[in-house]
Every structure is written in C-alpha cells, then in structure tokens.
T-cell receptor, first 108, second 112 residues
C-alpha cells in the first residue's frame, strides 16, 4: 500500500477559481506535512508545511490538516496561470514520503 | 540562498556502465538525499545520509550505492547501469533538526 496518496489529476481550473488538492497518508504517527510545487522540467520547491490540525494560510495558499482522518489538503485561491504546475504532498515519518503529485492547469 | 548543484543535467549511458552522479550543497547541511522521479510514481528515496561517511538505505536502494566523504558532497553510484534505471535523479539537502529539504536541478539519465 502506497504511503501517501494524492487525488489523481490532471486538475484544470479557470483563472480566478479555487484549486483544491487532496492527500491522504497511511502512517497515523506522522507529524509533519509538506506541499511542494514542481514546474515542468524543474525541481520541487517547498510552498507550505503544516504540523497542527486545522488551517494554515500563506498568501493565496491554505493548507488544511486533519490527523484523525489522515488527510491533508492544499487550496489555491484566485488561481493564476503561474500556478500551473505539479503539486507534491510529502509526509515526514523519519523520512519524507512523497505522493505521485497532482498536475494543475490554470486556464486563462 | 541554499544552493544544491548536480554535476550533470542530462546524461546518456550504456547498459553495464558505471555511472557517478554528484551532488554538492553549499549551506553546511548535515542531511543529504538521493531520489528518483518517474511518471506516476512520484519521488522515491534511494539513499540518504545524516553525516559524513554515514549512509542509510531508502525505499529503493537496489542497484545503487552512495558515498559521502565530505559534508558538502553526496555521490550516487550505479555500479552497472540498466535500462530500468532511466529516470530523473534528484538530490536534496536539509539542516539537522529541520525538515525542509532543498532540491538540486536534477539529472535526467538515459540508459541505452
């Protein structure tokens, strides 16, 4: 069983809309969670991390964590064409385990 | 800014060749990692190191070895390259006690 699962894409949203990305994980003891963004042909870059249940906001990005449901999500508000990328969810249980990624395309 | 560099962006090798992938970081990070990334599979951890001369197997170490003789440099070695090792290889580093990993630009390896 894969440790970190992300909703399959690709996800296409119109400019200005909200993009919602979901991620579930299998290890109930996981304590820290990360979202990386990867543009085509580039390496991943960290956009957010979250440790506590609830919401964490950073600009247009909101990460949501629910440890009881083993679920972490990323919301991108007012989506822009520059947000078009693959988003990787990562969970830390002594090492980072990555999901396969969800590709987001924002239509102008 | 953290800078992680990898020796090659693109590499073409023949089956059976010994391949060296080099990674260097300039931020005095203790932790270094090697991943491979394949479509639909995400990033998979090959090996990691928390200190000089120290190494630990990740999720898919078979067919690979690593070397860390200096703190800033972490090398991935394919002893005898095979076609199923064609992939994007990403190196990352992080500071001890901090979980954020910083990635290099990647090496796209093609084994013919």
């Amino acid at each position: 069983q894969k440790e970190v699962e992300q909703n399959s894409g690709p996800l296409s949203v119109p400019e200005g809309a909200i993009a919602s990305l979901n991620c579930t994980y299998s290890d109930r003891g996981s304590q820290s969670f990360f979202w990386y963004r990867q543009y085509s042909g580039k390496s991943p870059e960290l956009i957010m991390f979250i440790y506590s249940n609830g919401d964490k906001e950073d600009g247009r990005f909101t990460a949501q964590l629910n440890k009881a449901s083993q679920y972490v999500s990323l919301l991108i508000r007012d989506s822009q064409p520059s947000d078009s990328a693959t988003y990787l969810c990562a969970v830390n249980d002594y090492k980072l385990s990555f999901g396969a990624g969800t590709t987001v395309t924002v239509r102008a | 800014d953290v800078k992680v560099t990898q020796s090659s962006r693109y590499l073409v090798k023949r089956t059976g060749e010994k391949v060296f992938l080099e990674c260097v970081q300039d931020m005095d990070h203790e932790n270094m990692f090697w991943y491979r990334q394949d479509p639909g599979l995400g990033l998979r951890l090959i090996y990691f190191s928390y200190d000089v001369k120290m190494k630990e197997k990740g999720d898919i170490p078979e067919g690979y070895s690593v070397s860390r003789e200096k703190k800033e440099r972490f090398s991935l070695i394919l002893e005898s390259a095979s076609t199923n090792q064609t992939s994007m290889y990403l190196c990352a580093s992080s500071k001890q006690g901090q979980e954020t990993q910083y990635f290099g630009p990647g090496t796209r390896l093609l084994v013919l």
